[in-house]
Structures are given as C-alpha cells and as structure tokens.
C-alpha cells in the first residue's frame, strides 16, 4: 500500500481497503493484485489445510460519508461472494441526502430482525496452530432478509441507536446455548460482548439464571470482550471478570 492508503479487518472475513484520491483503474488493479495473491492458494496449518477464495467489493467514498459507503462496498463483496464474481463494482458516490433514509430503513430492518427471528449464527472454526484440535467455534452474528444476508458492521449502529446491544448479546447467547444442547461435539463457543452488555447490572444474574435452565457446562462458553471496552471502563471489566469465573464462564479479550 502506498501513503494515502489503509487497510482494516471489519468481520471475521472482510477487509477494507482505503484509498485516497485515487484513479478507478488503480483500485482494479490493486483488487486484481489481491485476488491473484491469495486466490487458490492452499495453507497448512499443524494437521489442516486450508484453500483461501477471495472476492472484492468497490464502492466510491464521499468523506463524510464514509462509514455508510465502507458498508456498502462490505455488502458488495457480500454479493460478490454469493454470486461467485471475482469484482463486483459500486460506481456511485453515497451522498449524504442518503443517510436518513438509510437509517429508517435499518432501523425498520431491526425492528423485523427481533420480531420474526431473522437473526441468527454462524459459527468459524478456531484452529490451534499448536496442533490442538479440540472443536472451538468463533460465534458470528448475521442478519438475513430475504436473499440478503448482513454481517454486523452494517447493523451495530442501529442496534446501539436503538439501545438493542444488551438484547442482541442476549438472544446471542440464548441461540448459542441452544447449539452446544443441540450439537455434543462443540466444546467452545467465543462469543462477542458489547461494553453495554458488561455495564448492565442485571447481566451476570440473567445469565446465572439461564445458565441453571439449560443444563450445560458453563465451560462452554467463552465470552470476548474488545480491548476498547476494557479500557474504557477497566473498573466494571474487573467486577465483570469475577462474576463470570463464579459461574465459571470463561472470559477472553
């Protein structure tokens, strides 16, 4: 990457890509670069081997717009990945006079995903590089509508705008426990906690009480939370990270 450019991770397998002022014909072949890089290359890791597929997503940035234009180029390659494209290109800029009603439309896009169980999980095997092969699952939270399938960064905004995070941790958890009772070789799931989730009183009590009516190994689960939210309230991770080890949940960050 040049100087004006950037890289990030957004989902367990999504990365974007920035680059400033730059020619359309460059972001393609820098896509092309990628591609040919990792595409149909096989890895080895202790007894595994793993093939890496790859598709891209282009979508132009205005600056102040550019959260909404990063998820939509996200989506993009979403549906590059569905419809097994190698480029898929969004030529149009995200204008700001587009931001409400993108709002409204996720909101609305919440309200159903609560309502009618469009929520659900998907879960990416953890592999040890010390040769551990234990079966442990990273928990991913997606959101289906109709053909559509959404990755969290589309939709954690509107979850904490309309202070859904503790609700969505939740259901999370209920729909993780109910994968370990269904599926007996699963002996971990990783799953995400939001800082508003570890801030709230009545999370340790609700998770004691549910943990008592499904009757599993409270090993089983393993709660992550971001560096971020460690550091923005280290006193609450403290009284958060004991109450866990009572109920003997494991905690990672």
């Known amino acids: 990457l040049n100087n004006n450019e950037f890289a990030c991770r957004y989902t367990d397998r999504q990365f974007c890509i920035g680059l400033v002022n730059t020619e359309f014909d460059r972001i393609h072949q820098l896509a092309g670069l990628l591609l040919e890089a990792v595409r149909n290359k096989p890895y080895q890791i202790a007894h595994h081997m793993i093939n890496v597929a790859?598709?891209?997503?282009?979508?132009?940035?205005?600056?102040?717009?550019?959260?909404?234009?990063?998820?939509?180029?996200?989506?993009?390659?979403?549906?590059?990945?569905?419809?097994?494209?190698?480029?898929?290109?969004?030529?149009?800029?995200?204008?700001?006079?587009?931001?409400?009603?993108?709002?409204?439309?996720?909101?609305?896009?919440?309200?159903?995903?609560?309502?009618?169980?469009?929520?659900?999980?998907?879960?990416?095997?953890i592999i040890s590089l010390l040769g551990d092969d234990l079966p442990r699952y990273e928990t991913l939270l997606r959101l289906r509508e109709g053909m559509d399938i959404f990755p969290p960064i589309q939709f954690l905004d509107a979850l904490a705008a309309q202070d859904k995070m503790t609700e969505i941790d939740r259901l999370v958890i209920q729909k993780s426990i109910k994968k370990i009772t269904d599926t007996q070789d699963i002996v971990q799931l990783f799953i995400k906690i939001s800082l508003p989730s570890m801030r709230d009183s009545t999370f340790i009590p609700w998770l004691e009480e549910t943990l008592k009516a499904s009757n599993i190994n409270p090993t089983a689960l393993i709660f992550e939370l971001s560096e971020k939210s460690v550091f923005d309230d280290f006193e609450r991770t403290k009284k958060f990270a004991s109450g866990l080890r009572l109920l003997q949940v494991g905690l990672s960050i």
């Open 54 to 125: 790859a598709h891209v997503g282009l979508s132009a940035v205005e600056k102040e717009a550019s959260e909404i234009a990063i998820a939509n180029a996200l989506q993009i390659s979403t549906q590059a990945i569905h419809k097994d494209i190698d480029i898929l290109s969004h030529g149009s800029l995200v204008h700001l006079e587009k931001l409400e009603k993108i709002d409204d439309l996720w909101g609305k896009r919440i309200k159903q995903g609560f309502e009618k169980d469009k929520f659900f999980l998907v879960f990416h095997p």
